[in-house]
């Protein structure tokens, strides 16, 4: 148990909706990233929250985008919903804001668009 | 741009055998690199690491050495189990990018 924990663990829905993702980061983490995991795109970092305010950002689409709040637990919503945005969308923490520190995966949310 | 370049699986190897899997990165800078572990229906967890050229980083029986001259960090198991079956990633980070850019990913099937 990596100690950071993302809700809901499935989510089935349909096109053109929109979805929110939630993220707890381990205690006293202060950094959030989000990531993609599909099979022909591999894992694909999207953006990074650090005590939060937006770090870095990836390849998130436009229709995505995040946000922390001060109790550090982070959202992803995900709106106009396509066919492709099916995929495995993984929370990680870390205690700093630089990526030398090591990263603590959540154990996913895996969203199937209809 | 900066990329990790690792090989294509599925491995597929029987228990107690030598496992190699290929890593090589291309980044300006110094990267710190690291390998993660991800087990079936699980997110990924670190591995090894290592943050300056000639590390070897080990964890589990696995380890990896930086090599700078050829820009490579090839993962290494001597005997492998069962329990090893899982999908390698290889991963570098550069602190200036504030980003960890991961690999495709080898799926390792281990046979009893």
């Known amino acids: ?114 | 741009g900066d990329s990790v370049t690792q090989m294509e699986g599925p491995v597929t190897l029987s228990e107690e055998a030598f496992l190699t899997i290929n890593c090589t990165y291309t980044a300006t800078g110094y990267p710190s690199l690291f390998w993660y572990v991800q087990y079936p229906g699980e997110g990924l967890q670190l591995l090894l690491k290592a943050t300056k050229a000639d590390d070897k980083g080990s964890n589990k029986g696995f380890e990896a050495t930086y090599r700078k001259e050829t820009t490579s960090f090839h993962l290494e198991k001597g005997s492998v189990q069962v329990s090893d079956s899982a999908v390698y990633f290889c991963a570098l980070s550069l602190p200036r990018d504030d980003k960890i850019i991961f690999g495709k990913g080898t799926r390792l099937h281990i046979l009893p």
């Open chain 1, 1 to 114: 148990d990596s100690g950071v924990t993302q809700t809901p663990k499935h989510l089935i829905t349909a096109t053109g909706q929109r979805v929110t993702l939630r993220c707890s980061p381990r205690s006293g983490d202060l950094s959030v990233y989000w990531y993609q995991q599909s099979l022909d795109q591999g894992l694909q970092f999207l953006i990074q929250y650090y005590n939060g305010e937006e770090r870095a950002k990836g390849n998130i689409l436009e229709r995505f985008s995040a946000q922390q709040f001060p109790d550090l637990h982070s959202e992803l919503n995900l709106s106009s919903l396509e066919l492709g945005d099916s995929a495995l969308y993984f929370c990680a923490s870390s205690a700093g804001a630089l990526e030398s520190y090591e990263q603590y995966f959540g154990p996913g949310t895996r969203l199937t668009v209809t």
